[in-house]
């Protein structure tokens, strides 16, 4: 069964609106959660990691202003994309590490579409 | 700037073997080789890893050349449902490490 879960699956919403994206952990606790984007016919690219109880980590180039994440608990990481504009739509994934492994586990994803 | 270099697609017939190459020629003693695939709009996969000896799962086998500068992963009787793209990534060893993407190989598998 799924290990991770994103909501919502799919948005869709006007430009400079803001969007919530969840992420939840539904088999263990995550202290790590990471976030990615794919725009279409590209590959993922890390925005920044989750950290449980601090502040994330973000990638060069990623607004941390912009993509506001919050990681309240050990299974659940938010993203919000505040004052989204059609340049942000895109498949945004979530991850966590399988405990005591390098290996990942990923959310099914959250597809974008800013009007 | 990911550490693998794959091609860019391949196909294969359903029920035969796909053998998926990746170039990995500066791979550090401490980092794996991992695979993980993507099928069209779904979360990527986590599908089999190895350090230096060759690994098989119920999904795949990866074989790593003697010097680890390149690998193989093998799906032994592909399906359609495994027309993916396929990530060939080197991780370093440690927990909670990132990990950097490359452009994958799309594999078609056709009937």
């Known amino acids: 069964g799924a290990v991770v879960s994103q909501h919502p699956s799919r948005v869709i919403c006007k430009s400079g609106t803001s969007v919530k994206i969840e992420c939840r952990s539904l088999d263990f606790q995550a202290t790590t959660m990471f976030w990615y984007r794919q725009f279409p016919k590209q590959s993922l690219m890390l925005m920044a990691t989750s950290n449980e109880g601090s502040k994330a980590t973000y990638e060069q180039g990623v607004e941390k202003d912009k993509f506001l994440i919050n990681h309240a608990s050990l299974t659940l990481s938010t993203l919000t994309v505040t004052s989204a504009h059609p340049e942000d739509s895109s498949f945004y994934i979530c991850?966590?590490?399988?405990?005591?492994?390098?290996?990942?586990?990923f959310g099914p994803g959250t597809r974008l579409t800013v009007l | 700037d990911a550490k693998t270099t794959q091609p860019t697609s391949m196909d294969c017939a359903e029920g035969r073997a796909a053998n998926l190459p990746c170039n990995h020629s500066?791979?550090?003693?401490?980092?794996?080789v991992y695979w993980y695939r993507q099928i069209h709009s779904q979360g990527p996969q986590y599908i089999i890893h190895g350090l230096k000896n060759n690994e098989t799962n119920e999904m795949a086998s990866l074989i790593i050349t003697e010097d680890r500068k390149s690998s193989t992963l093998i799906l032994p009787h592909a399906t359609l449902r495994d027309t993916a793209v396929y990530y060939c990534i080197v991780v370093p060893t440690g927990a909670n490490s990132k990990l950097t993407f490359g452009k994958g190989i799309t594999l078609s598998v056709r009937p």
């Open positions: 500066t791979i550090s003693g401490n980092e794996y």
């Open positions: 991850s966590l590490p399988r405990p005591s492994t390098d290996t990942q586990y």
